[in-house]
């Protein structure tokens, strides 16, 4: 896939918001219904068929997303990179599971250990 302009991440986050909050609403069935296939306290939305199900999922809207060109690089929390050139330097325009828009970037040799906040738009 292609480099994404900050634009155009912009637009495909907002597309692809709904299919991040159903990955957060099921990431935390599945970890409950695992906790009741375990050791756990058996779970009241569900056993292994629930599960299996949930996983199926999950691995649909991850797949979806990462057709998209994003890079899903976390589950929990969720965090989705946008590879994108930002004054000519390899970036990554990064969301992070919470934040209400995408607004930081990292180098993409950093990780978001390198997180910075966009520059202010023109």
Same mark, same amino acid.
């Given at each position: 896939? *292609? ?8 637009? !495909? /986050? $907002?597309? @692809? ?18 906790? &009741?296939? #375990? %050791? &756990? =306290?058996? %779970? ?14 999950? $691995?649909?809207?991850?797949?979806? +997303?990462?057709?998209? *060109?994003?890079?899903?690089? *976390?589950?929990? =929390?969720?965090? +989705? $990179? ?5 004054? *000519?330097? %390899? +970036? ?6 919470? !934040?209400? %828009? ?7 040799? @950093?990780?978001?250990? #390198?997180?910075? =906040? /966009?520059? =202010?738009?023109?």
């Amino acid at each position: 896939m *292609g480099l994404f302009t900050l634009e155009e991440a912009r637009e !495909e /986050l $907002d597309r @692809l918001l709904p299919a991040l909050r159903e990955i957060v609403a099921l990431r935390a069935d599945a970890a409950e219904l695992a906790a &009741g296939l #375990g %050791s &756990g =306290p058996p %779970s009241r939305i569900g056993g292994l068929p629930e599960f299996k199900a949930t996983q199926a999922r999950l $691995d649909e809207l991850m797949t979806a +997303v990462q057709q998209t *060109g994003a890079e899903l690089k *976390g589950l929990a =929390p969720l965090l +989705v $990179d946008f590879p994108a050139q930002l004054d *000519g330097e %390899s +970036v990554q325009l990064c969301w992070l599971e919470g !934040e209400p %828009s995408l607004a930081w970037y990292h180098r993409a040799d @950093l990780g978001i250990a #390198g997180r910075r =906040p /966009l520059p =202010p738009r023109p």
